[in-house]
């Protein structure tokens, strides 16, 4: 749970630099730094309701194209520089291995797919530029999928933000119950989807 500090930190940033700030945290987090995106998004969303600060329908544009641009440098990074890279940034960031070696697994079986449902799950989002290059999954269907995908996430943060209002408290409460109920209808398809591909090789 992000601290009351950081969403007033967060929520300064944007008062004083607006649109940049949202194209910022969303390039950067997308390209592959842990930055709280979802969280500058619903922030964002909130004072555009609240305060008349900032408006809907260009935090939706400019999100997407932000998240989009930077998912397209993580899989230049990732195409590039390849695996070594990826474990040393793993360890700088305290990114499991497990988790990258989940991405690896779900991006071998699912190919582009994995970009849409990844947008929805942090440690996921963080990895799938990169992640995507390594592999070295075809651009164009990357693209494709990533702008799909990026607009989709923008999109249902920024709604959700923007329709809770003043009640910024419980949507973080929603939003934390939605991040756990989604990791966990995750974690049970794929498992069944594994016990599935067992099955039929048997």
Not at 102 to 119: M, W
Not at 131 to 137: D, Q
């Amino acid at each position: 749970m992000i601290s009351h500090h950081i969403l007033e930190f967060l929520r300064l940033l944007l008062v004083h630099y607006g649109y940049w700030a949202v194209a910022g945290a969303l390039l950067l987090e997308n390209a592959g730094l842990p930055l709280p995106g979802e969280t500058v998004l619903l922030l964002a969303s909130f004072l555009a309701y609240s305060e008349r600060t900032l408006q809907l329908g260009w935090i939706v544009v400019i999100g997407t194209l932000a998240a989009t641009i930077g998912d397209n440098v993580g899989y230049a990074v990732g195409l590039y520089c390849g695996r070594p890279l990826l474990d040393r940034y793993r360890h700088s960031f305290i990114i499991g291995e497990a988790r990258v070696a989940q991405g690896e697994r779900l991006f071998e079986r699912y190919g582009a797919a994995t970009i849409l449902f990844a947008r929805f799950l942090f440690a996921l989002r963080v990895i799938a530029g990169p992640m995507a290059g390594i592999l070295r999954m075809p651009w164009k269907k990357f693209a494709a999928f990533n702008l799909i995908g990026a607009a989709l996430w923008v999109a249902v943060i920024s709604l959700a933000g923007y329709s809770f209002g003043s009640q910024w408290g419980r949507l973080i409460t929603l939003l934390k119950r939605f991040n756990l109920t989604a990791a966990a209808l995750f974690i049970l398809i794929a498992l069944f989807l594994y016990w599935r591909s067992r099955r039929h090789a048997h």
